[in-house]
């Protein structure tokens, strides 16, 4: 039976944006929202969501960037998304009315949160900021912050999932990520994948050495958010 796929309109103070629903919002089921890559609310995003939601949860694909804005090239993702990586509060914001949206949507007390590469942090400042989530996944996602969590402010789990080799969020950012959860008393774990760059789980990311799609990397991924989505959440 095809996945039911739901196209969500709802405003960040008076803008409009557009979420998709992914499942069947049965509220027996994990409620997960989930922030897409720099190309925002694309069919590789809903593909993903709908992989999600096959495992037997409802996905809601938050919009970070506004209705109609919809990038079709790395340019122009960028320059929606640059603007928000300096501005921290804006993207608590928008993540935040994307969970509040999800919630009316789908009335499941168990909630993940679960980012791609840009999106990445958009669920870690979700976390932060001290949203009642009981799982919250970054897949090779930007992990510095201008506003680090409060000792005790992170609820649930924190799970990284990031490549070893990438360039965009290095090592120095894994500890300094580190660091603050540390500080932050979180409950939280790291797993970095041997060789694998940023965007391993985009099949269409093909900058080598930068971005690349990874077997590998996507196979553990994928099998790692699964059992934490379903025995833990």
Sequence with gaps: ??????????????????????????????LAIMAPDWMGVSQGAII?????????????????????RRPNTMEEAQALSDPLKSDQAEVRIRIRSALDVARTQCASPRLAAIGFCFGGMNVLELARSG???????SIHGDL????????????????????????????????AFEAEMEAAGATWMMSTFGKAVHSFTNPDARLQGIAHYDDYATNWTLATLRRALCERV
């Design 144 to 175: 510095l912050t201008s506003r680090p969590a409060d000792r005790g402010g992170i609820k649930g789990e924190v799970i990284v999932l990031h490549g070893a080799a990438d360039p965009v969020s290095p090592k120095p950012q894994r500890d």
């Design 1 to 30: 039976m095809p996945i039911k796929t739901t196209v969500v309109p709802y405003h960040v103070g008076e803008a409009p944006y557009e979420g998709v629903l992914v499942g069947s919002a049965n509220p027996a089921e994990p």
């Design 48 to 68: 993903m969501a709908q992989t999600i939601a096959s495992w037997g949860a409802t996905v809601f694909v938050a919009d970070m960037y506004g209705a109609g």
């Design 131 to 137: 949203a009642d989530l009981a799982l919250t996944v």
